[in-house]
C-alpha cells in the first residue's frame, strides 16, 4: 500500500488518544499498530511503531529503504532474539535491548525468536531526511547494561536512546531521537524536557497514565497513545494512575517537516523513488543476508 505523507499541523497541545490497531500475523505475531496517518503530522520523524509478542518466525527475509527500522525488546522479554541483515551481521540481542537498522539506500532484514521465545518489544520505523535517504546503510546495537536508568520517586525509566535529565547514552543514532521504556505509579514525579524542534509520542504499554505539559493533563488508557507536537522545549511530565507501577513508552524525535511517499518497509521522497527502489530489490541490488 502507497501513502502519500503532506505535512500538516495540528494546532491544539495534544491530538485525542489514539487506540492501536489490532495486528495478528500467522500464529506467532499479535500486538497493537499505529500509524503516522492517524496523527495528523504530529508523529514526525516516527512512521509507525507497532507494540508486539512475537514467538516464532513471521517475516522472514524483507527490504527496508529510506527508514531506519528499530526494535526496542522490553524487560519482560524470554529467550533470544535472532537478528540478521544484509550489512553481514548476525547474532541475538537479548531482553531489554535496543537495534537499530538504518536502512539508507536499501538493507535487508530478518528476526526471529529463538526456539522457546517470547519478544515483548516495540517495532519502530524513523522516517530519514531526503539527504540521508540514499546514504549507505548502517547499524547500532545497544544492550541492556549500557543503559542509563533514571529512578526517583515512584519511578523508574530506562534511557534507551538519546538525553533525558542530564544523562545521555553512549550511543548516538543516524537521526536524533530519544527513546524511555519506564514504569512510573500515582506518586510519580518523572518529568521529561522535550528537546527544541522535537515530536514527542507518549503510549500506555500497561495501565494508565497520566502526563501533564503546557499546564494541561491528559490521560492515556492500556493501549492508547498521543503525541506531542511543537513542543518548543517544554517539560512533560508521567504519573501512574494507581499505587502498582503503570508501564509506558515515550518517543522523542527531531522532526523533518518533509513530505514523503510509504509504500510498506519503503519510504521516499516520491513515487518516482519508491518505484526506482522496488526495481532495485527485484533485481537483488539491495543485497542479501549472510
Same mark, same amino acid.
Given at each position: =500500500? /502507497? ?14 488518544? $489514539? ?22 503530522g /504530529?508523529?514526525?520523524?516516527?512512521? =509507525?511503531?507497532?507494540?508486539?509478542? =512475537?514467538?516464532e ?8 529503504? @529510506? ?8 524487560? #519482560?522479554t524470554? @529467550?533470544?532474539?535472532?537478528?540478521? #541483515? ?13 537495534y537499530?537498522?538504518?536502512a539508507?539506500? @536499501?538493507? %535487508?532484514? #530478518? ?7 517470547? %519478544?515483548?518489544?516495540?517495532?519502530i520505523?524513523?522516517?530519514?531526511? +531526503? ?22 520517586k ?12 542530564g544523562?545521555? &547514552? ?7 531521537? /530519544? %527513546? ?6 500515582h &506518586?510519580? *514525579? ?5 528537546? +527544541?524542534?522535537?515530536?514527542?509520542? %507518549?503510549?500506555? $504499554? ?18 492508547e497513545?498521543?503525541?506531542? +507536537?511543537? !513542543? ?8 501512574? /494512575? &494507581?499505587?502498582?507501577?503503570s508501564?509506558?513508552? =515515550? ?9 514523503? *511517499?510509504?509504500?510498506?518497509p519503503? !519510504?521516499?521522497?516520491?513515487q518516482?523513488?519508491?518505484d ?10 539491495l543485497?542479501?543476508? @549472510?
Amino acid at each position: =500500500m /502507497t501513502h502519500q505523507m503532506a505535512q500538516q499541523h495540528y494546532t491544539g497541545p495534544a491530538p485525542a488518544p $489514539v487506540i492501536g490497531k489490532p495486528l495478528k500475523v500467522g500464529s506467532g505475531f499479535t500486538g497493537l499498530g499505529f500509524r503516522h496517518s492517524q496523527f495528523f503530522g /504530529t508523529m514526525d520523524p516516527i512512521i =509507525m511503531v507497532d507494540h508486539y509478542t =512475537m514467538t516464532e518466525s513471521t517475516f522472514g527475509a524483507h527490504p527496508h529503504a @529510506g527508514i531506519s527500522a528499530v526494535s526496542v525488546l522490553f524487560e #519482560d522479554t524470554e @529467550g533470544q532474539f535472532n537478528n540478521r #541483515d544484509s550489512l553481514g551481521n548476525d547474532f541475538d540481542i537479548q531482553a531489554g535491548d535496543l537495534y537499530w537498522l538504518n536502512a539508507g539506500r @536499501g538493507a %535487508i532484514h #530478518d528476526e526471529a525468536p529463538r526456539d522457546g521465545a517470547r %519478544i515483548h518489544g516495540l517495532q519502530i520505523f524513523v522516517n530519514l531526511p +531526503a539527504r540521508l535517504k540514499y546514504d549507505a546503510p548502517s547499524s547500532l546495537h545497544v544492550k541492556r547494561e549500557d543503559m542509563p536508568t533514571l529512578r526517583g520517586k515512584g519511578y523508574r525509566v530506562r534511557l534507551v536512546l538519546g538525553e533525558s535529565n542530564g544523562a545521555a &547514552s553512549a550511543a548516538r543514532s543516524v537521526w536524533p531521537v /530519544t %527513546i524511555l521504556d519506564g514504569y512510573a505509579d500515582h &506518586s510519580s *514525579v518523572f518529568e521529561h524536557p522535550i528537546q +527544541a524542534g522535537f515530536n514527542a509520542w %507518549i503510549y500506555a $504499554v500497561e495501565g494508565d497514565i497520566e502526563y501533564q505539559v503546557h499546564g494541561e493533563r491528559f490521560r492515556l488508557r492500556k493501549g492508547e497513545s498521543s503525541t506531542i +507536537a511543537k !513542543a518548543d522545549g517544554a517539560v512533560v511530565a508521567v504519573r501512574g /494512575t &494507581s499505587a502498582s507501577r503503570s508501564h509506558f513508552a =515515550m518517543l522523542c524525535g527531531e522532526a523533518i517537516n518533509e513530505t514523503f *511517499v510509504q509504500q510498506g518497509p519503503f !519510504a521516499m521522497s516520491t513515487q518516482r523513488d519508491i518505484d526506482a527502489v522496488v526495481a532495485r530489490y527485484q533485481a537483488g541490488d539491495l543485497g542479501q543476508l @549472510g
